[in-house]
């Protein structure tokens, strides 16, 4: 691994083939198992109150009405998303998508996935170190300024008054 860490694919320090490779069997494993979740929640999982909750979430009912609409090549989209991915791939599972609709689309994302995270996603991070090793005052205090924007709009979209709380939550 190099001077990386084995826990963090963006500091394996190999050839660019198997981080790839790593990143791609990581997705694949954790999107799949969401899809088998989501079969499981189907069969019977669905008496339980977290679930429940899960699948009554607005996330969750768009990616549903998507997948009803889309089926595979909604599955291959989401992989482009923060967030929609794991709703997509539960609702894969939970409306039973057969799984020879939904393998061809999980390799297809998962390989727009990690062909993704493994070029921008370690040019971010390295730009990121340069920038701090560089200018560490102006690096800290632009994250800063990030954090507490974040932290704003999301105290903002949880105390609009145009939903309640739970759906912000969920969505």
């Known amino acids: 691994m190099g001077n990386g860490v084995w826990y963090n694919p963006m500091t394996w320090d190999g050839p660019w083939v198997w981080v790839w490779i790593a990143l791609f069997a990581i997705v694949f494993l954790r999107a799949g198992g969401t899809y088998l979740i989501g079969r499981a929640a189907r069969a019977g999982m669905s008496r339980i109150n977290a679930v429940q909750r899960i699948m009554a979430s607005a996330v969750y009912q768009r990616a549903e009405r998507a997948l009803d609409r889309w089926g595979p090549p909604a599955v291959?989209?989401?992989?482009?998303?923060i967030g929609f991915q794991t709703a997509i791939n539960l609702a894969a599972g939970v409306v039973r998508m057969r799984w020879y609709r939904y393998v061809p689309a999980l390799i297809i994302g998962g390989a727009i996935w990690a062909t993704i995270y493994t070029t921008i996603g370690?040019?971010?991070?390295?730009?990121?170190?340069?920038?701090?090793?560089?200018?560490?005052?102006?690096?800290?205090?632009?994250?800063?300024?990030?954090?507490?924007?974040?932290?704003?709009?999301?105290?903002?979209?949880?105390?609009?008054?145009?939903?309640?709380a739970s759906e912000k939550i969920q969505s």
């Open 122 to 164: 370690s040019v971010s991070v390295a730009a990121i170190g340069t920038a701090y090793t560089r200018w560490p005052v102006a690096t800290i205090a632009v994250s800063v300024v990030l954090a507490v924007a974040l932290a704003a709009w999301i105290i903002w979209r949880l105390t609009s008054t145009d939903q309640n």
């Open 76 to 81: 291959a989209v989401s992989f482009l998303t």
